[in-house]
């Protein structure tokens, strides 16, 4: 099951209805639009994988791990899900930050991935070819990092059922043993 990424924020289109131009602000409130669903999805993965690592602390310290050779084994997956997922946030945020830091080079403009930004400087003496090109970029690297974001996601979830499989093969191998 995936999504596009730009099922919550309009991407648009080259050439716009009937051949007209894309504005330049209009790029940019799609790019920031993609950029706060990367960070909310990539919120969404931190907590889904804060609650299992939690949780797994919280049995391990209990005694309730289980070291028998299924629990064992589900320990080890769950363990590689976790990873993959938050390996596929921080890429999230990271695969922004060079777009963002060209832009701002280019245009004096201050953007911050984390915070809503209003870019005072995009009128500056820059053709509209070059403008037009960086805000390009700063679109696919915010696509880029809300498909990450939402990797990142699908991977928390497998991580949690992971962590509920992993629970029962504890309680079941110390109830059986």
Request: hydrophobic share 55%; charged share 15%; glycine share 12%.
């Amino acid at each position: 099951m995936t999504r596009s990424p730009f099922e919550r924020g309009a991407a648009p289109r080259s050439g716009g209805p009937a051949g007209e131009e894309v504005r330049p602000d209009r790029l940019l409130r799609a790019a920031e639009g993609l950029l706060r669903t990367c960070g909310q999805d990539a919120a969404v993965a931190a907590a889904v994988l804060a609650v299992v690592l939690l949780g797994v602390l919280a049995q391990v310290a209990h005694g309730g791990g289980g070291l028998g050779a299924v629990p064992l084994a589900l320990l080890a997956a769950l363990a590689v899900a976790f990873a993959v997922s938050a390996a596929l946030a921080v890429r999230s945020r990271l695969a922004v930050l060079p777009a963002l830091g060209e832009i701002r080079a280019r245009t004096g403009a201050p953007l911050d991935p984390g915070a809503p930004w209003t870019p005072f400087a995009l009128g500056t003496a820059l053709e509209e070819r070059v403008l037009d090109e960086q805000l390009r970029r700063l679109l696919s690297a915010a696509h880029r990092c809300c498909e990450l974001a939402w990797r990142a996601v699908v991977w928390a979830v497998a991580t949690a059922g992971l962590y509920v499989c992993w629970t029962l093969a504890a309680v079941a191998a110390g109830a059986g043993g």
